[in-house]
């Protein structure tokens, strides 16, 4: 069953939440008075569709269906998570989690966005919230801070992985949680940096993105620094740098006023650097290059790689589309398209390439035969482009065995788009023993389950198979030229 989530206040960070839980096929309820919640929201997920499936290398599920309320009791009833994400004024707060607490069922979570209240302060009048502390953009971003009574964080975890999120619960309830307390110091710094005109916005931007914010998405603080003390490692690292801490190397207890003249001159400088650009146009920037960065460390697993992979399993079916088994499934993410408007020769193979190596796991040459030392190598591989394809599309590929006696592997994957072919990658791999990089034998089980789908599969019509470039198509439709 198809399970809901209320977000009740949907400006930047609700519309962040309602996409994170459409997108993983949630129904999402809307409540909030602002009458352009609608059109905000709506741009959001436009930016959030484009975005958030090119992390996954399987098609994500069904979007939910998106309602909009204009009755807070009406947006809560039956649903399975409520995600309050009002102004950060603790009153407010007391105000609309202390009726929420009324309103939704028992059985519903019930999280905050807050960015610094405790959960002792927010359920102060009588509510039962936790924290659930997302990041902004929050489709994108996994970190999801949660602070509160056991039972419900625990609850609320499990709920946020099934949405991709990475949760962090805390030990124990502290103003501004953790990573905030973090961005706080770096963000009371800089305004004195500003303040005493030492950097300007543009500056201290470069100084941050030029060097450790690069470093701390892949390792954080602590192993970054692990990795400065030398082999000598974190000791030798502290006895150089702990005495700094004592030097005049930070103001952090201090916090400049917010005068006018220093608001004009920070919101002024900023106009400067990015002012050329509209707020969605910014947003779409920081979403490709997060979705590149985050691709990036998914190959090794790290930060937020490893959480994407995990989502990705999640997201992996065992399916069969006629007679032959669906071996891929993705999205085209807008960054597989090219200069001609629409999906880049270059991903037809991509997508191909995924569907051998789930095909290998399929009959058992996965990832721990790879570690015995055994494998697949491709020697061939022959692309008929037959159709367009455009970002958003959703493309399954099936896998057809042409042959696989002893060492030989020869596939014929389709690549479907919706009920149009869009592509045939036809593929030929030897097994190889990974020690000696010579072709080998598979071992036997691997052996068996390639000849059971071989036989399986060998009165299946393969229109389009054993063809080399140019040569002519006897009966098929034209595939009109290249697409690509
Ligand atoms: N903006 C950010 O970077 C982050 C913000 N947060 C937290 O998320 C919460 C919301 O912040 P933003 O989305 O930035 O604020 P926002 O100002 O963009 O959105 C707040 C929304 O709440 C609506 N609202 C006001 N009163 C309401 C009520 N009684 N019932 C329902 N909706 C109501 C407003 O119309 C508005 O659309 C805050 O607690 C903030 O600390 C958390 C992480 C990051
Ligand atoms: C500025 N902020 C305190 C609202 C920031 C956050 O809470 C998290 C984020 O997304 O930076």
Redesign the pocket.
């Given at each position: 069953m198809t399970r809901s989530a209320a977000i009740?206040?949907?400006?930047?960070?609700?519309g962040g939440w309602a996409a994170r839980f459409l997108l993983n096929g949630w129904n999402v309820n809307v409540?909030?008075?602002?009458p352009e919640?609608e059109r905000k929201i709506g741009e959001v997920l436009s930016n959030a569709r484009r975005a958030l499936p090119a992390l996954y290398d399987n098609a994500m599920p069904d979007e939910g269906e998106l309602q909009f309320f204009s009755d807070?009791g009406q947006a809560v009833a039956n649903v399975d998570w409520v995600q309050e994400?009002?102004?950060?004024r603790l009153d407010?707060k007391h105000?609309?989690l202390g009726a929420l607490s009324d309103l939704a069922p028992e059985t519903a979570v019930i999280g905050?966005?807050?960015?610094?209240f405790k959960p002792s302060e927010l359920n102060a009048e009588g509510a039962r919230a936790i924290v659930a502390?997302?990041?902004?953009p929050v489709y994108l971003l996994p970190l999801i801070e949660l602070v509160g009574e056991a039972e419900r964080t625990e609850k609320a975890a499990e709920i946020l992985r099934g949405i991709g999120m990475f949760p962090l619960t805390l030990r124990k309830e502290i103003d501004a949680h953790i990573a905030d307390r973090l961005l706080e110091a770096v963000w009371r710094e800089s305004l004195w940096l500003v303040k005493d005109g030492v950097a300007t916005t543009e500056e201290i931007d470069e100084a941050i993105r030029m060097a450790f914010g690069i470093r701390w998405a892949q390792m954080g603080l602590f192993e970054t620094y692990r990795i400065a003390g030398g082999e000598a490692g974190m000791k030798h690292f502290m006895a150089q740098f702990g005495p700094a801490l004592e030097w005049p190397w930070t103001k952090l207890m201090d916090v400049p006023e917010f005068t006018d003249e220093l608001v004009d001159l920070i919101a002024g400088q900023s106009d400067d650097q990015s002012g050329h650009m509209s707020i969605r146009e910014l947003e779409r920037l920081r979403d490709d290059n997060v979705v590149g960065m985050i691709r990036a460390l998914k190959r090794s697993g790290s930060g937020a790689g490893g959480v994407v992979n995990a989502h990705d399993a999640n997201l992996l079916t065992n399916e069969t589309k006629d007679g032959l088994p669906v071996t891929a499934r993705r999205q085209v993410p807008a960054s597989w398209t090219d200069y001609n408007g629409h999906m880049n020769e270059t991903h037809y193979l991509e997508a191909s390439s995924l569907a051998t190596d789930r095909f290998m796991a399929i009959v058992g040459a996965d990832e721990s035969y790879i570690a015995s030392g055994k494998s697949y190598f491709t020697v061939e591989t022959h692309i008929r482009y037959l159709d367009e394809v455009h970002a958003g599309d959703k493309l399954t590929v099936t896998t057809q065995v042409m042959g696989g006696e002893g060492k030989k592997l020869h596939l014929f994957h389709r690549l479907w788009n919706g009920e149009s072919l869009a592509a045939t990658v036809e593929t030929l791999l030897l097994h190889t023993d990974l020690n000696t990089r010579r072709t080998c034998l598979p071992e036997e089980a691997v052996a068996k389950a390639v000849a059971a789908y071989a036989e399986e599969h060998a009165g299946k019509d393969a229109d389009g198979h054993g063809r080399h470039v140019g040569q002519r198509q006897a009966a098929a439709p034209s595939p009109e030229g290249a697409v690509t």
């Open positions: 009740i206040g949907g400006g930047v960070i609700g409540f909030d008075p602002d919640a807070m994400s009002v102004p950060e407010l105000k609309v905050s966005s807050t960015s610094g502390h997302p990041f902004n």
